[in-house]
T-cell receptor, first 114, second 112 residues
Framework: KAGVTQTPRYLIKTRGQQVTLSCSPISGHRSVSWYQQTPGQGLQFLFEYFSETQRNKGNFPGRFSGRQFSNSRSEMNVSTLELGDSALYLC?????????????FGQGTRLTVV | DQQVKQNSPSLSVQEGRISILNCDYTNSMFDYFLWYKKYPAEGPTFLISISSIKDKNEDGRFTVFLNKSAKHLSLHIVPSQPGDSAVYFCAAEKTSGSRLTFGEGTQLTVNP
């Protein structure tokens, strides 16, 4: 079956703009989480959605937001982009929201803010 | 506050030898630990995990050891192969929540 699909793969935006990233989870998976990866920082948790509801949120400013649709697809939005938002944004899907559930990652969206 | 730390940004080993990747955590509420491997331009892929009720879990060439008293876990790869060259992330989670907390990652290079 198809894996986690993230679009677009690459993006270049200007400071002050806003951006929307998309994630389609594995068919049947209902939980979607978003992570930001920057050099030296590992993967920082952004938020998690399950059944269209945000279940967990990381320590990111309100410029970062997301949502999940009834088909479990998720979008992440970043408004008023800053240079420091340049990163690889990874989406992970899992079957349920419970712990010990293996998360499957997409290839990520590489965002560059100039 | 980095609750999961991988203090070695890089590790280089010879093919056939053992690779040992280390991870420390500070939050005693973590009770499940995972290792992910990441190749360039790809998302992380799950490698192996261990529950806090165990101190060792083995899967082929990969073994994870957990020392709860020291809040330390390690991943052993024996024998190491050039295809193992990747960034390895340690991650932890709590029973009460499903979010993963990741370390910074360690770049493993296995030389032929």
């Amino acid at each position: 079956k198809a894996g986690v699909t993230q679009t677009p793969r690459y993006l270049i935006k200007t400071r002050g703009q806003q951006v929307t990233l998309s994630c389609s989870p594995i068919s049947g998976h209902r939980s979607v989480s978003w992570y930001q990866q920057t050099p030296g920082q590992g993967l920082q948790f952004l938020f998690e959605y399950f059944s269209e509801t945000q279940r967990n949120k990381g320590n990111f400013p309100g410029r970062f937001s997301g949502r999940q649709f009834s088909n479990s697809r998720s979008e992440m939005n970043v408004s008023t982009l800053e240079l420091g938002d340049s990163a690889l944004y990874l989406c992970a899907s899992s079957l349920t929201e419970g712990v010990n559930t293996e998360a499957f990652f997409g290839q990520g969206t590489r965002l560059t803010v100039v | 506050d980095q609750q999961v730390k991988q203090n070695s940004p890089s590790l280089s080993v010879q093919e056939g030898r053992i690779s040992i990747l280390n991870c420390d955590y500070t939050n005693s509420m973590f009770d499940y630990f995972l290792w992910y491997k990441k190749y360039p331009a790809e998302g992380p892929t799950f490698l192996i995990s261990i529950s806090s009720i165990k101190d060792k879990n083995e899967d082929g060439r990969f073994t994870v050891f957990l020392n709860k008293s020291a809040k330390h876990l390690s991943l052993h790869i024996v024998p190491s192969q050039p295809g193992d060259s990747a960034v390895y992330f340690c991650a932890a989670e709590k029973t009460s929540g499903s979010r993963l907390t990741f370390g910074e990652g360690t770049q493993l290079t296995v030389n032929p």
